[in-house]
Structures are given as C-alpha cells and as structure tokens.
T-cell receptor
Framework: GEDVEQSLFLSVREGDSSVINCTYTDSSSTYLYWYKQEPGAGLQLLTYIFSNMDMKQDQRLTVLLNKKDKHLSLRIADTQTGDSAIYFCAEGDNNAGNMLTFGGGTRLMVKP | DAMVIQNPRYQVTQFGKPVTLSCSQTLNHNVMYWYQQKSSQAPKLLFHYYDKDFNNEADTPDNFQSRRPNTSFCFLDIRSPGLGDAAMYLC???????????FGPGTRLTVL
C-alpha cells in the first residue's frame, strides 16, 4: 500500500527557517497536504499542492514538490514559537476515493 | 463560521463501560470520517461515510461502531473500551470528490 515517511523531530531557533521533509510512494498522488497539530488539538489544514505543480507559496509557507523523487517539503520562513507543533504530511489520489494517507508527523520545536 | 465540532473534548470511562463520542458539522459535507490517534502518531482511519453509506476499514476492531443519523451528525460508539482504546479520536469531513479534509478538535478518551 501507499507509504508516507517523515523525520520525527526538528529543532530550530526563533527567526530561522524550518524545512520539514516528507517522502511518499504513491506515484498517482493527486494532492499533497500539510497539516499542523498543536498539543491536545485536532489537525489544522495549512496548505496543499496539486501534483502537477512544483512550488506553492502562501505567506511564510513554501511547499516544494519533486514528483520524480516523490519528495515534498514545507518551508516556514521566520519561524516563531507559535509554530511549535507536529506537522503531518498527507497524500491522496482522486481516483482512489476520498482517503488520505498520513505520515507519522514531524515535531517542530522552536527555541527562543 | 462553518466548522467541525466534537463533544465532549475529554471523556473518561471505565474499562468495559460503553461510551459514545459525537461529531457535528456545519460544512454540509457528505463524507465524514473517524480517526484514532495515539501518542503523536499518524491518525488511523477507523471508518468513513459517503452520505449514509458506511465503510469500515479492514483492521477496525468490532468493538468500534458508528452511526450517522443525518448529514450533520456522526457518532462513534465503543462498546467495551479497553485500556488500549485510550487515544485521541478525531472526526473529519470532506466534500465527495475532493481530498481536502477538515478536522474537529478531537475527543481525548481516557480508560480507567
């Protein structure tokens, strides 16, 4: 079945950029998503990218997609302490129903 | 604001005592999902509904049941909770034909 992998942990200093990486195996992924989860809360959709794009920018967030290598990244510019959370990458295939496959999540810690 | 609401946010039950978690949505989405999430792991899909059409994941235990009386509401029933069922339970919705899922804040279940 499909698999989505993320590194477990990332630590950065406030004001630096953060880059969270994700790899996936499903070559027919249609959309790829980034969700943010703060402690004790649900998942908040941050941004997403269609598979025929290679970059999407939304304020401090930049998503890069390398479809050939099946690699997705989320860059957060000027990282703030409020960005500390777990970030989940997810992929879905429009032709396979409404299901998403989630990665295991990357815990981002931002130090003041 | 259109949203996904889960009640209660925290639920404590005793081993073997049935418990019901509820989810409601004002997005008028026809697909609803229940996920189980343990200890900062990826959310694990338990089941989902396309309108009233129920779809169970193959590895969802029989102990877990669901009801969807109308478009807006969906319930998760745990018939005989075990210690291993302690987790965060997340409800999500989407519009059929799209992959973007919107999550509620979750219900954290504790089993004593």
């Amino acid at each position: 079945g499909e698999d989505v992998e993320q590194s477990l942990f990332l630590s950065v200093r406030e004001g630096d950029s953060s880059v969270i990486n994700c790899t996936y195996t499903d070559s027919s992924s249609t959309y790829l998503y980034w969700y943010k989860q703060e402690p004790g809360a649900g998942l908040q959709l941050l941004t997403y990218i269609f598979s025929n794009m290679d970059m999407k920018q939304d304020q401090r967030l930049t998503v890069l997609l390398n479809k050939k290598d099946k690699h997705l990244s989320l860059r957060i510019a000027d990282t703030q302490t409020g960005d500390s959370a777990i970030y989940f990458c997810a992929e879905g295939d429009n032709n396979a129903g409404n299901m998403l496959t989630f990665g295991g999540g990357t815990r981002l810690m931002v130090k003041p | 604001d259109a949203m996904v609401i889960q009640n209660p946010r925290y639920q404590v039950t005793q081993f073997g005592k049935p418990v019901t978690l509820s989810c409601s949505q004002t997005l008028n989405h026809n697909v609803m999902y229940w996920y189980q999430q343990k200890s900062s792991q990826a959310p694990k899909l338990l089941f989902h509904y396309y309108d009233k059409d129920f779809n169970n994941e193959a590895d969802t235990p029989d102990n877990f049941q669901s009801r969807r009386p109308n478009t807006s509401f969906c319930f998760l029933d745990i018939r005989s909770p075990g210690l291993g069922d302690a987790a965060m339970y997340l409800c999500a919705t989407s519009r059929q034909g799209t992959l973007k899922q919107f999550f509620g804040p979750g219900t954290r279940l504790t089993v004593l």
